[in-house]
């Protein structure tokens, strides 16, 4: 042990670098990006009714720019 905190205190810690920037694809990662999501056309029930939600929601007077 003692040797070990000689060689630290003489050399150093060594840490590992990074691994460089991370690369993007472009690629839609969450369901919620997806089309069939999106519009509801995958089936899901809770998919169908935040669907419509969302088309109530863009469809409100206050969303639509004078």
Known sequence: MAD?????????????????????????????????????AHGSGSAKQKAKYREQRANRRSQHKN
């Open 4 to 40: 070990n905190f000689d060689d630290i205190l003489e050399l150093g810690i060594v840490f590992k670098g990074s691994k460089g920037p991370k690369k993007d694809d472009n690629k839609v990662k969450t369901k919620a990006k997806k089309k069939k999501y999106v519009t509801g």
